[in-house]
């Protein structure tokens, strides 16, 4: 008879649970002090003790494990599930100069959003950056609203740590590079030689969309920035799907498609939408109101059939990375509950909110004569580009995550959560969706230590207070109505910390601020086009 070795008992585990922890020290006064009580840290030995871990690669969860954090790196991992225990005994506890009990808390890899705007002056920088950081989002690939050289200055502060931001990747526009004339930008034979110039200036992603128009152009400057290290994105803009749409593009060494653009325009019969005669792409009512009749078009047979197979074929064998933003574009389909957000009373920015409003001067403010037949259109658009992302990401294509937001109702940080929910309507299971989010964002940002849970990977890391593949509204900031073991019903409390780089956030503190920035905004506001018929009237 064999003797099988003996698991530890119920018992000991339970009192492995609950030893007594080192208990934390403040950090060093220079965090407290330059992060002003809303995170702390870098530390030389944070400890993150009983997480269960969700990798980030798509596994489910494991654990419990303690996570050891030294710096801005992720140093050990030691699971603490009874067969690992078993095998290897108890052992000591690790011990550091803050330790966190993470008993009952998910662990899971910061967000990674590959696309999105700050928006201009006077709107807040910290309004984004404490919006987004608590909404888990740890890097960010921004438009730079603001000037290149500022966003540029804000990436490196953020990389010192000097500022409570997000790690920032700024977006590069190819046609508007400062320093090169035209001709020299629109010369194929001169790409490999700029796009060394601006990689070695600091550039990662570079917009190449106004290439459209060209082919021969659009390929050299995305192999060029390919090799020289970077990446590129392209919003395919209607004005040019003609000569470049998403196939094209994809085939061309394009590293990312934005957005829902190209795509349906690959599977039709003809090189071109079936524009009204009178279309005029610049008058934004006609544009964004026809990017969503051109799926209906190829919602009709053969063109239908054709997108869901050789065109999501033929786009996941390029090795391209889809970015859906699926967010920013949800109001195409239902105006009135984008409009009607819970959030916006108190967190949407007096000043994001204007930019919201109806108004022919202001990309993304289109809604001035938005229709029922609109959102029908938009509302089919939606349900059949889910059903390309859902085939895309069944052959291996790669689903990526962005949010586009703060354009069009899409309030940063909440966005955040919404577009993860998007995704899991397109049918991708909440952990592909993570994953989405997480390590296959980081692949396309070409970060090799960004998007795991791992030793030697950055200390990028959520945690949450629920298990988010659960549930993945457990990672907006207010939480979600869930039971807890005495069947009562609760409110879980969001992401409890973001780590980004070893720095230890206050979510909640972060959240208060930002209430406190756009109750400030909102102290004049009146009534707009969106509220005033439901303004109540005052009394006499």
């Known amino acids: 008879m064999v003797r099988m070795k003996k698991r530890p008992p119920v018992r000991l585990l339970m009192a492995l649970a609950l030893l007594p922890l080192a208990q934390p020290v403040p950090a060093l006064v220079q965090s407290a ?64 100069s803050r330790v966190i009990d993470a008993k009952g808390m998910f662990v899971m890899p910061g967000m990674i959003d590959l696309h999105m705007h700050i928006r201009e002056e006077p709107l807040p920088m910290e309004y984004n950056y404490y919006l987004k950081l608590a909404h888990g989002v740890t890097t960010q690939v921004p438009a730079p609203d603001r000037g290149l050289s500022h966003a540029m200055r804000q990436a490196e502060l953020s990389e010192r740590n000097q500022i409570l931001a997000p790690r920032l990747y700024p977006i590069w526009n190819w046609a508007n590079l400062e320093g090169y004339t035209r001709e020299q930008l629109e010369d194929p034979a001169q790409a490999p030689r700029i796009a060394k110039a601006i990689m070695a200036k600091g550039a990662r992603v570079v917009s190449v969309g106004n290439l459209a128009w060209n082919k021969e152009l659009f390929g050299a400057v995305c192999k060029a920035v390919t090799a020289a290290g970077g990446i590129t994105t392209v919003h395919l803009p209607p004005s040019t799907n003609a000569v470049v749409n998403a196939v094209t593009a994809a ?222 509204a457990f990672l907006y900031s207010f939480g979600a109505n869930t039971l807890d073991k005495e069947g009562n019903m609760v409110r879980s409390k969001g992401i409890v910390h973001t780590i980004k780089d070893g720095v230890v956030i206050e979510n909640a503190k972060l959240m208060e601020e930002v209430a406190r920035m756009v109750a400030e905004s909102k102290k004049d506001a009146k009534p707009d086009a969106a509220t005033i018929v439901f303004t109540p009237t005052p009394t006499p």
């Not at 030995?45 to 954090?69: C, E, Q, S, T």
């Not at 980081?442 to 593949?469: F, I, M, S």
């Open 251 to 472: 085939k061309l060494g394009v590293t990312m498609i934005e957005h829902h653009y190209g795509y349906a325009e690959s599977a039709l019969d003809r090189t071109t939408q079936d524009f009204p005669r009178e279309y005029n792409y610049d008058d934004e009512s006609e544009r964004f109101r026809h990017a969503g009749v051109v799926w209906t078009e190829a919602d009709r047979e053969p063109a239908r059939t054709r997108l869901l197979t050789e065109v999501a074929k033929e786009l996941a064998a390029t090795g391209v990375t889809m970015l859906p933003t699926r967010v920013v574009y949800e109001a195409n389909r239902d105006i009135l509950r984008a409009q009607g957000l819970p959030w916006h009373a108190k967190y949407t920015h007096q000043n994001l909110w204007e930019k919201f409003l109806p108004n022919p001067a202001l990309h993304g403010g289109y809604f001035w004569n938005w229709t029922s037949d609109d959102e029908a259109s938009w509302s089919k658009a939606y349900e059949l580009w889910g059903k390309l992302i859902f085939a895309f990401n069944k052959e291996g294509g790669r689903v990526a995550y962005g949010t586009d937001d703060s354009y069009i109702w899409a309030t940063p940080g909440f966005s955040n959560v919404r577009e993860l929910q998007l995704l899991r309507e397109a049918g991708l299971h909440n952990y592909e969706v993570l994953k989405a989010a997480t390590h296959n964002s980081a692949q396309t940002l070409r970060e090799p230590k960004l998007g795991l849970v791992r030793p030697g990977y950055r200390a990028d890391l959520l945690l949450v207070d629920r298990n988010p593949a659960y549930n993945l």
């Open 33 to 96: 002090d330059r992060f002003q009580g809303l995170a702390a840290g870098p530390y030389d030995r944070l400890v993150i003790l009983n997480a269960m871990v969700i990798p980030g690669h798509g596994g489910p969860a494991a654990g419990p494990y303690d996570i050891v954090v030294e710096g801005n790196t992720i140093k050990e991992m030691t699971a603490l599930d009874p067969v690992t225990i078993g095998r290897r005994g108890a052992g000591a506890r690790p011990t550091g």
